[in-house]
């Protein structure tokens, strides 16, 4: 269930509410009351069921990625809806995500660490057979299928093959999840993913942006 439809949910739950209250000593009160309660549950297992599973896959993407990078001690990321596009339509984005090793100096910014693009090149990699893709579209609010040409990536200097391999699939796979991170951190949020006593630590704060 789509976010502007546990909007709707809500609107309707409120309204009958009133309705009910209105109706006062109307025997369908009670019948709708009852209604109300159960779909007042019912939604909040699904918000609870919601966030859980989604943590889950959120925090399963990183493990993968940490497995693969002993040395990386962390993965930033900005994600928000602009209040600006010139003259195009605002709608959510996740910003690219930025590695940091334990190696660099801890003062530097988000925008200085490691990017994918530091691990592996696409511009020699040697072409596969196409696949099909999905990529949700924020105004149409459904996924679209389309074919995409499957590329190996090429490590760069210092970094294995496995490891270009692991950094692709973890930029691929945290786009494709793009409406997961909204619908489980929100926006304009800065969050920052960490490697925590075997399990992934999500530290999540308020992002100034225009």
Request: charged content about 25%.
């Amino acid at each position: 269930m789509e976010a502007h439809h546990l909007a709707r949910i809500a609107q309707l739950v409120e309204q009958g509410a009133l309705n009910a209250k209105v109706a006062g000593s109307n025997p369908a009160a009670s019948t709708m009351s009852t209604a109300l309660e159960t779909l007042q549950e019912a939604k909040k297992a699904y918000e609870d069921a919601k966030e859980k599973l989604g943590k889950d896959a959120i925090r399963a993407l990183f493990k993968d990625l940490f497995a693969a990078f002993p040395g990386m001690t962390a993965v930033e990321w900005a994600q928000y809806t602009p209040y600006f596009n010139d003259g195009d339509p605002c709608i959510f984005r996740l910003n690219d995500p930025y590695f940091r090793f334990v190696d660099m100096d801890p003062d530097i910014g988000m925008w200085d660490l490691f990017s994918s693009w530091n691990i592996y090149s696409m511009q020699d990699a040697p072409e596969l057979p196409m696949v099909v893709a999905k990529k949700y579209n924020w105004q149409t609010k459904q996924y679209e299928e389309h074919m995409v040409t499957a590329k190996k990536p090429v490590p760069k200097m210092g970094y294995s093959e496995a490891q270009a391999i692991a950094a692709h699939e973890f930029q691929r796979n945290f786009f494709d999840m793009e409406e997961i991170f909204f619908e489980v951190i929100g926006d304009h949020s800065k969050i920052t993913a960490r490697p925590v006593d075997g399990g992934i630590e999500l530290d999540v704060e308020s992002y100034d942006h225009d």
